[in-house]
T-cell receptor, first 115, second 120 residues
Framework: DARVTQTPRHKVTEMGQEVTMRCQPI?????VFWYRQTMMQGLELLAY????????DSGMPKDRFSAEMPDATLATLKIQPSEPRDSAVYFC?????????????FGQGTRLTVV | AQTVTQSQPEMSVQEAETVTLSCTYD???????LFWYKQPPSRQMILVIR??????QNATENRFSVNFQKAAKSFSLKISDSQLGDAAMYFC?????????????????FGKGTHLIIQP
């Protein structure tokens, strides 16, 4: 049963600390997304990759957030330094994204709490 | 930029009854995809149903069906024979049909969600 795997599921950290969230996309999917979910803003696209190349990161605060895809099986989202306003659920999603295939499959998310 | 609006923050329905969740969207594009995602308390985002804008026929998946009105930019979800397991947040989402080279075109634009409560 193919699925997107995110680690950790939960993270509590102190303000100023570095946070790294990891995602293993579904094998064979060429597009990987990072979304953030908050009560106020809902679900927002932060960044995405196609064939490991970054295509867009306009949704991310550039000064503290960075997204990378070191290989086809791993995507990372880092926050340094973290702030209380970064508290949210962060979702990774992957999809085949070619003509006729448009679905995005989501991981279970990382719930981040910055105190 | 595209926007998606879900005007019902919360809906309640009796078990076994039918409920319709509303969604409207705004776009200048003619070709796009629309989706309904379900998010139960487990947090997992689950794709319920999708619709291609170029198809006039409404999509159906078992007890779930949509009413897609392209001219009105409306995309409602009907759940028939509601079950307790249908209780969740439901999100309407839009995606451009263009496989873009950036600018967020390939990402989903979500509505704020509707919290569906199933009364036993």
């Amino acid at each position: 049963d193919a699925r997107v795997t995110q680690t950790p599921r939960h993270k509590v950290t102190e303000m100023g600390q570095e946070v790294t969230m990891r995602c293993q996309p579904i094998l064979g999917h060429n597009t990987v997304f990072w979304y953030r979910q908050t009560m106020m803003q809902g679900l927002e696209l932060l960044a995405y990759f196609r064939n490991r190349a970054p295509l867009d990161d306009s949704g991310m605060p550039k000064d503290r957030f960075s997204a990378e895809m070191p290989d086809a099986t791993l995507a990372t989202l880092k926050i340094q330094p973290s702030e209380p306003r970064d508290s949210a659920v962060y979702f990774c999603a992957s999809g085949p994204y070619r003509v006729g295939r448009t679905e995005a499959f989501f991981g279970q998310g990382t719930r981040l709490t910055v105190v | 930029a595209q926007t998606v609006t879900q005007s019902q923050p919360e809906m309640s329905v009796q078990e076994a009854e039918t409920v319709t969740l509303s969604c409207t969207y705004d776009t200048s594009e003619s070709d796009y995809y629309l989706f309904w995602y379900k998010q139960p308390p487990s947090r997992q985002m689950i794709l319920v149903i999708r619709q291609e804008a170029y198809k006039q026929q409404n999509a159906t998946e078992n007890r779930f069906s949509v009413n897609f009105q392209k001219a009105a930019k409306s995309f409602s979800l009907k759940i028939s024979d509601s079950q307790l397991g249908d209780a969740a947040m439901y999100f309407c989402a839009y995606r451009s049909a263009k496989l873009g080279s950036g600018g967020g075109a390939d990402g989903l634009t979500f509505g704020k969600g509707t919290h569906l409560i199933i009364q036993p």
